[in-house]
């Protein structure tokens, strides 16, 4: 499984971004689809995460300004990110689970916020 995330950039606090990832490969065996990020310094943290089935998990950090979505016939998943703070600022990775627990990452895309 090939994970391919876009959308990063600099943005304004308070603006927005819609980040993608479109899975490639054998996306048969792909369950659980989420981001991640990580911010200088820090550890990488679940920013949100969609089921198959479409239900989705958030990080208290984000809840009522992020939206995560799927489409399984473009085996993509979206993240819309809105009323962005300084904080929001990170390396964003798109996440993705297989069978058997195995566990694939894309290459990360930058989102900057200024204050």
């Known amino acids: 499984v090939q994970l391919q995330a876009s959308g990063g950039g600099l943005v304004q606090a308070g603006g927005s971004l819609r980040l993608s990832c479109a899975a490639s490969g054998s996306i048969f065996n792909i369950n659980d689809m989420g981001w991640y990020r990580q911010a200088p310094g820090k550890q990488r943290e679940l920013v949100a995460v969609?089921?198959?089935?479409?239900?989705?998990k958030y990080a208290d950090s984000v809840k009522g300004r992020f939206t995560i979505s799927r489409d399984n016939a473009k085996n993509t998943v979206y993240l819309q990110m809105n009323s962005l703070k300084a904080e929001d600022t990170a390396v964003y990775y798109c996440n993705a689970l297989g069978a058997y627990g195995v566990t694939y990452w894309g290459q990360g895309t930058l989102v900057t916020v200024s204050s």
């Open positions: 969609v089921t198959r089935g479409g239900s989705t």
